[in-house]
């Protein structure tokens, strides 16, 4: 289904450049589909996949919230 771990939900029709850089990795979505709710202009960042990995997401949605 696109995730990685059973509880991550699929992300849809997703717009985004994927940088790998040092240790690290950098994802900007200008658009994408989460939950049948639109998501702009997000980014996704892993600093360093050394250790205890730490994924941070921000980003805005437009639409309903899953409930």
Same mark, same amino acid.
């Given at each position: %289904? &696109?995730?990685?771990?059973? !509880?991550? $939900?699929? *992300?849809?029709? *997703?717009?985004? %450049? =994927?940088?790998?850089?040092?240790? #690290? @990795?950098?994802?900007? !979505?200008?658009?994408?589909? /989460?939950?049948?709710?639109?998501? @702009?202009?997000? =980014?996704?960042?892993?600093? %360093?996949?050394? &250790?205890?990995? /730490? /994924?941070?997401?921000? &980003?805005?949605?437009? &639409?309903? !919230? $899953? #409930?």
């Amino acid at each position: %289904d &696109g995730s990685t771990w059973p !509880a991550w $939900p699929k *992300i849809e029709s *997703i717009d985004a %450049d =994927v940088v790998f850089e040092r240790q #690290g @990795l950098t994802v900007t !979505a200008r658009s994408a589909t /989460l939950f049948n709710t639109r998501v @702009l202009n997000a =980014v996704a960042r892993v600093a %360093d996949f050394r &250790g205890d990995a /730490l /994924l941070t997401v921000r &980003g805005a949605t437009s &639409g309903p !919230a $899953p #409930g």
